[in-house]
């Protein structure tokens, strides 16, 4: 609860909360477009190290972003400490989904020309010999009487 | 069932307390039941939502080429220049305001002020509902006027750098790897293509012939296709699913809004509390807002 602050101090924080989101949207879109080379002719941040230090930006503002609104407009810094674990613990698990799932997109791009020759390779080569894993019973899957 | 009814009618054993604990007379983190509740169906929800940007992210590295954002989203009413990512902006500040709007209708609750609780949630419901048009403003652009659809993305990007043809072959202007262009497409027939030249301003082309003069294609005629076609699905259905979120959040504070206006919190005593758990949704819709605008819009 927000009991900890008099009405006064409540007040100053939500205009305090409007100033900084607000403010933190503004530079993000700004470095937005100078990255992608719309305010200064012939100056963008496409390639190489600036452009994964314009990424890392975009991304560390959200996730303070995102702390703001949860701590303070949601009043998670006045929750108890089992209620706020409870809910943010379980967030860090979307760590190792963002790792698996980027990886496995990146591989998948990255094999796109072998995948195609592989489909466009000739018929026989791709079911060449009986398959293999399983046994097929006699007389096939369903058993007709 | 059973227990329930067991317990509301003080059975045997001297079980009075049941009912109290059902009704979140205790709290085992200091949070009504109510709100605590709302703390997990949103964690819940933002797993659905990372779900889907997560699957954004993987669709987007597996694809050669993927649609440039300040190419697509540049549109603004009643403006024909491009203007890159402003109209997304406005929407991010109605978001904002409406936000800041219902921490103070929460805080009007605390002290037990009706009229400031009204006067506070109207004002976020007419920011839901602003929000809520901008997106169908957003919507129309892209479906009427630019033909994206959940199957079909007109929005391309070239795989090298190269030359557009005209009809007869003679060289038009030329273009680089990564350059953007949009797909002209009238009665279901692609007929031509935009892109932007060097000063930002939008050119049109007849037809949709050109010639690489790199990469391994170089010398090779071919025709601009259309862009991955996962970036109108995923689009469509990340920010409907969104905005599905504000839709039903503007219903439900409108019912809240109307509820605290005929004094039904204020007859509970409890300082509004469920004003305070539709402001914790509300604040969830902002919050996935931050992340859509990073994914769709910033990166």
Known sequence: MAGHLSYDDQKKLVFKGLMLLGAITIVEVIIALLAKGHLIHGVDFKHGFGHYLYMALMIGFSLYKAYFIIFYFMHMAYEVRGLMLSVLLPTSLLVWAIIAFFQEGGAWGARREQIKEMNEAPASNQSSGKPTGYVVPAGGWISRS | ?299
């Open chain 2, 1 to 299: 069932m059973a227990e329930s009814s067991v317990s509301h009618s003080h059975d045997a054993h001297g079980h009075t307390d049941d009912t109290k604990l059902w009704d979140g007379g205790a709290e085992p983190m200091k949070a009504s039941y109510g709100k605590l509740m709302m703390w997990y169906f949103l964690l819940s929800d933002a797993f659905t939502f990372a779900g889907f940007l997560i699957a954004y992210g993987a669709l987007r590295f597996s694809m050669p080429t993927w649609p440039e954002p300040d190419f697509v989203f540049a549109s603004f009413p009643f403006v024909h220049a491009h203007w890159p990512l402003i109209f997304v902006t406005f929407m991010t500040f109605v978001l904002i305001f409406s936000s800041v709007t219902m921490v103070r209708a929460v805080q009007e609750g605390h002290r037990e002020n009706q009229r400031g609780v009204v006067f506070w949630m109207l004002l976020t419901v007419i920011g839901g509902a602003t929000f809520l048009g901008c997106q169908a403003y957003e919507w129309t652009t892209l479906i009427v006027k630019e033909n994206m659809s959940v199957s079909r993305n007109p929005f391309g990007r070239h795989i090298a750098d190269g030359v557009y043809l005209n009809a007869d072959g003679s060289e038009s202007a030329t273009f680089k790897k990564n350059d953007s262009y949009l797909l002209h497409i009238h009665d279901g027939k692609v007929e031509g293509l935009a892109y932007n030249n060097a000063d930002g301003h939008s050119v049109n082309h007849e037809g949709t012939a050109l010639r690489y003069t790199s990469g391994p294609n170089a010398g090779r005629t071919a025709e601009a296709e259309f862009g991955p076609k996962a970036f109108g699905a995923l689009f469509f259905f990340i920010t409907g699913f969104h905005g599905f979120h504000v839709f039903s959040g503007v219903l439900f504070l409108t019912i809240i809004m109307l509820n605290a206006a005929g004094g039904l919190y204020a007859a509970r005593r409890n300082g509004y509390e469920m004003v305070e758990k539709i402001g914790l949704y509300w604040h969830f819709v902002d919050l996935v807002w931050v992340f859509v605008f990073l994914v769709f819009y910033l990166l």
